[in-house]
């Protein structure tokens, strides 16, 4: 070692000197180091993992192995240079696709396939529900091997662990034992099966359990909401957490035939009547002047946002609460359509159907939905109901996919596309006609009428994820050059064939995708 720090030239080492002694020391430290390996005495056995469990699902086609590849390749593709698409597909926005395919199906993914699909889930928590599913019970076990993919252990990635809904005992052991995120998953799957036993599983443990976890296990009620959990969330409306106290009001006003809906009820059309002495029929308002004890422990936040008003801040939170069917015996035995069409005296029209809507989205009340969109070819502005498209887009939720898909081809024959993006983000996929057929022609007309093309590039982008792939045939001829307006944008011709030309090879490519899956050769 000294040798080695102050050179050969300065503490030759033993018995070496001159040009050779540098290659002399090397050979010394070479056997040094090899007999320190040789003589090491081998430690304790490490503890083998547990075998990995089964999956008994069918493997993927042979074809649908490799479509698995490319797009988990794809996936991480630089973006290409220039700021332009080009004509490819994007093999990453086509992933999320592939898997629901797949799951659906019923397949597994390949053991090869499951470090890159943990890694592309790791970097997408959109991918995680069907990644995840995919994976399986063996995509979990390695996840336990891994610190970097210990995000498939949490939340719905635990489910794989849970035990049978029908096995008690475990059960029992695992919400008594087991860890907050497997305990959530053990609740949504209990309640899945058998809502009343989740409640009783939820109401066994409920006063020793943390305001932010007891928040997290309300939430989780949602599902298989009815009549038979009223009287349990009647008594989380005396929780000592606000915001526990809040989310238990809102699942009782989800009920119309609860005690908190028809409590909330007697208030709003206290507030909310018909003024019949009018020259026209008017709805007049008189919000709440203070909100007492008996309206916060039912769910009423006293103290409003920034830059509302106390009154109507409390006037919103009761009419949202209250069940919509309060309302047409309150006007007289009107129809929604027909209320909604009232006048509202005193500027209060906003307030009032800003919280009609927010009612109808509760409750899943159709018929209220269509009243407040009114018809599609009404410009927003001067219609009934409300002009807000976020509120509309929570409004076609609640209608079958069928009458959305309809609605929002109406919506974008009168209209255009540029105010239809949320609203076509709600409609199932792919696109029912007559919607995809109205996309298509308002792309067109979009792009003969000299449109700036980028403009229209999130809706393109939708277009490739949502049209039907039979829809490629009657796009070919969208897809060619053609000559440019005078009064077109510069280079919006090109633009607008690329991206027509993108979109057809995006949809081949789709239809490819299912095939390939449902191919039952091995």
């Known amino acids: 070692m000294a040798a080695a720090l102050l050179g050969t030239d300065r503490r030759p080492p033993s018995g070496t000197r001159g040009p050779d002694a540098a290659e002399a020391l090397l050979d010394t430290a070479a056997r040094h180091t090899l007999r320190r390996r040789a003589g090491l005495r081998p430690g304790p056995a490490a503890v083998p993992p547990a075998p990995c469990p089964d999956d008994p699902r069918p493997p993927l086609p042979a074809a649908a192995r490799r479509r698995l590849d490319r797009l988990l390749a794809g996936r991480a593709a630089p973006a290409p240079s220039g700021g332009r698409r080009g004509t490819a597909p994007d093999l990453a926005e086509l992933l999320p696709q592939w898997l629901a395919l797949a799951v659906e199906r019923g397949f597994k993914a390949p053991s090869a396939a499951l470090p890159a699909l ?7 928590t959109d991918l995680r529900p069907q990644a ?4 399986g019970p063996r995509g979990l076990w390695l996840a336990g091997l891994n610190p970097d993919w210990r995000f498939a252990l949490r939340g719905g990635g635990a489910g794989g662990r849970l035990p049978d809904p029908e096995d008690a005992e475990a059960v029992r052991e695992l919400w008594e034992e087991g860890l907050f995120a497997e305990r959530v998953a053990l609740l949504g799957a209990v309640r899945a099966k058998d809502p009343a036993a989740g409640r009783a599983l939820l109401a066994g443990t409920w006063a020793g359990e943390r305001a932010e976890d007891r928040l997290m296990f309300l939430d989780s009620l949602r599902a298989g909401l009815s009549a038979a959990d009223e009287e349990f969330l009647e008594a989380a409306l005396a929780d000592r957490s606000r915001n526990v106290r809040a989310t238990a009001a809102e699942l009782l006003s989800a009920l119309p035939g609860s005690a ?13 009547g018909l003024d019949r002495t009018a020259a026209v029929p008017t709805v007049v308002v008189e919000a709440p002047h203070e909100c007492d004890e008996e309206m916060r422990r039912d769910g009423v936040a006293a103290v409003p946002p920034s830059g509302r008003g106390e009154r109507s801040w409390w006037l919103g939170q009761l009419v949202e609460s209250a069940p919509l069917s309060c309302w047409p015996a309150r006007f007289g035995g009107r129809t929604p359509e027909e209320i909604v069409a009232l006048p509202v005296a005193d500027d209060w029209q906003a307030e009032l159907h800003a919280a009609w809507c927010r009612a109808a989205v509760r409750q899943r009340d159709a018929a209220w939905s269509r009243a407040l969109l009114g018809a599609p070819s009404v410009p927003p502005a001067t219609g009934p109901g409300t002009s807000s498209l976020a509120e509309r887009a929570q409004l076609l939720a609640t209608l079958d996919p069928a009458e959305r898909a309809g609605w929002v081809a109406a919506f974008v024959a009168a209209h255009g596309l540029s105010e239809a993006f949320q609203l076509l983000g709600v409609c199932a996929v792919p696109w029912a006609e007559p919607l995809g057929a109205a ?3 308002a792309l067109d007309i979009a792009r003969d009428a000299g449109s700036y093309p980028w403009s229209f590039s999130g809706v393109m982008g939708l277009a490739e994820r949502c049209l039907s792939p039979a829809a490629a045939r009657q796009l070919e001829s969208l897809a060619a050059a053609v000559p440019e307006a005078e009064d077109a ?19 081949d490519l789709r239809a490819r995708m299912r095939a390939e899956l449902d191919d039952t050769r091995a």
């Open 118 to 124: 943990l890694d592309a889930a790791r970097a997408r």
């Open 132 to 135: 995840l599913a995919l994976a």
């Open 260 to 272: 908190l809906a028809g409590r909330m009820a007697d208030r709003a059309v206290t507030c909310v």
């Open 439 to 441: 996309v298509i022609d």
């Open 489 to 507: 944008s510069p280079g919006a011709g090109a633009y607008w064939a690329e991206a027509f030309q993108r979109l057809v090879a995006t949809l």
